[in-house]
């Protein structure tokens, strides 16, 4: 299914290991105990941005090693719980996150 952020909020007690495909754009790249992670912003069906983060957690079968802020990504993953991630010193947001099984890095410009 195409992640769906409204539905993701919405069903809070049925939205953990349900998989999804969805593209998106790195803002953020961060290291926490040694794991890389990834905020991105998801797309909307017309490839414009839209207002919605999500975490991206790598997988045993992902690497986000060569991922830059800036990125698009196509990738398929499944969701858990919401995470709390610490943005700059004092700026902190609980955001939907998604372990991501399969990913597409598109071209850079």
């Not at 069903?11 to 349900?18: K, M, P, Y």
């Not at 079968?61 to 990738?75: K, N, P, Q, R, T």
């Not at 398929?76 to 991630?85: F, Y």
Request: net charge negative; proline share 2%; aromatic share 10%.
């Amino acid at each position: 299914m195409k992640f769906d952020y409204d539905w993701y909020k919405s069903n809070r007690n049925n939205r953990e290991g349900v998989w999804i495909a969805t593209a998106c754009m790195v803002v953020k790249t961060f290291q926490s105990d040694g794991e890389l992670y990834l905020v991105a912003t998801i797309a909307n069906d017309d490839a414009t941005l839209s207002n919605h983060d999500v975490l991206l957690q790598a997988t045993e079968e992902v690497s986000f090693d060569e991922v830059i802020d800036g990125d698009v990504l196509a990738i398929l993953g499944t969701t858990e719980e919401m995470n709390q991630v610490t943005i700059g010193k004092s700026y902190s947001e609980w955001l939907p996150t998604i372990n991501v099984a399969e990913m597409e890095v598109a071209p850079r410009q």
